[in-house]
Every structure is written in structure tokens, then in C-alpha cells.
């Protein structure tokens, strides 16, 4: 059972435009949710996250939208830069529980 | 200050061996996560250690296992190893208990690539 989907495998975007990064999860009990971005050959790292009592969460170019309706949850990137092309991983967590994370979507930034 | 360090980076072992995977956290930071990363299942939790103390684990068998020591580095082992346990294995410091402190970010090691032959 995967309780936190990333239906996207991959994704390509021009350059300056915006991308869009989708999860959708099952489980509401999940209260926190991150975005996790990973280079090849490295771990990831932390992106952005958002607490199930709010429905937006934005830093610089990154814009985290919480639909607890839809259990739907997208990250948004404006403008999109070459350096963002990697693994972007969305995961969310039950307190004290469990952490689950989606098998990741890999944007490409094209030029 | 230091990020996250894990050793091996690389590591062959055959079936039935075990192992033993090693993870250093950020200075000062007391909490160590544990997560495989296969093409098919993506990253998945493995267990979170804490002053010593495994606060959480995911779903693994029992072949998986892990200890904490005083000074917060971290040792995973697996035993009796499958073909399947070839992954890439992350750990991951936070100065608290990663699920019981949503505010606090984790930071990932570069992560142990482990083969099964």
C-alpha cells in the first residue's frame, strides 16, 4: 500500500517557466509534509516542508499548496533554473510514527 | 561544521554474508535515521535512533538492526543478506527526534551503496 504517491516519474520544464511537482497520499493522519530535492551521488536535501493545519508554505522560489480535501500536496518552482534539475522527493509523517516518502519525480530544466 | 559522514561509501558482499554500515551525524545533533533507496520502492524508513535509544522503526524484518552510540554515531547491520538489500543506504542526523519535532530538518549522509551478489 503506498501511502504517498508521486505519479510522476519524470518531468521537463523550459527554463524560467514554472514547475509543478505533484503527491498525493492516503493516509490523513499524516501532519507534517517536506519536499526533499537529491542530486545523483548525493543524499537528499531538505526543501521545503508544511504542517497539515496550513494550506500554503513559501521560501524564495518554492511554494509548497496543501489540498487535505483532495489528501493532494504540489510544489511549486518560479522560476525554474538549471540548477533545479534533480530527484525531488515529497514525504509525510506521522508524529512520533512514521515517515513515508514517494518514489520521487526527476525534473529536468531544459535550456 | 561537518555534515553528515557515512562509510562505506561502497560496499560488495554476497548472500548469507552480513554487514555493517556506519554513520557519523552532524556535531551536536542526537537523533540518526536509518533509510533504504531501491529504483523499485523508493526511499523507505528503516529505524531512528535517539540518545542511544531506537525510537521508531519502519517495516523491516528483524535481519535489519542498529545501535546508537553515546557520542550519536550510528552502526546499521544487516544479516543473512538477500539479493533484494541491494540498495543505497541513507542516514540522516537532526538535533531532535525527527518525528517528534516536525520543525527540525534532516540533513542525509551521501549514502553506502551496498551490492548483493
Known sequence: ?111 | KAGVTQTPRYLIKTRGQQVTLSCSPISGHRSVSWYQQTPGQGLQFLFEYFSETQRNKGNFPGRFSGRQFSNSRSEMNVSTLELGDSALYLCASSPRPVLAESTDTQYFGPGTRLTVL
Open chain 1, 1 to 111: 500500500d503506498q501511502q504517498v504517491k508521486q505519479n510522476s516519474p519524470s518531468l521537463s520544464v523550459q527554463e524560467g517557466r514554472i514547475s509543478i511537482l505533484n503527491c498525493d497520499y492516503t493516509n490523513s493522519m499524516f501532519d507534517y509534509f517536506l519536499w526533499y530535492k537529491k542530486y545523483p551521488a548525493e543524499g537528499p536535501t531538505f526543501l521545503i516542508s508544511i504542517s497539515s493545519i496550513k494550506d500554503k508554505n513559501e521560501d524564495g522560489r518554492f511554494t509548497v499548496f496543501l489540498n487535505k480535501s483532495a489528501k493532494h500536496l504540489s510544489l511549486h518552482i518560479v522560476p525554474s533554473q538549471p540548477g533545479d534539475s534533480a530527484v525531488y522527493f515529497c514525504a509525510a509523517h506521522i508524529r512520533d510514527d512514521k515517515i513515508i516518502f514517494g518514489k520521487g519525480t526527476r525534473l529536468h530544466i531544459l535550456p
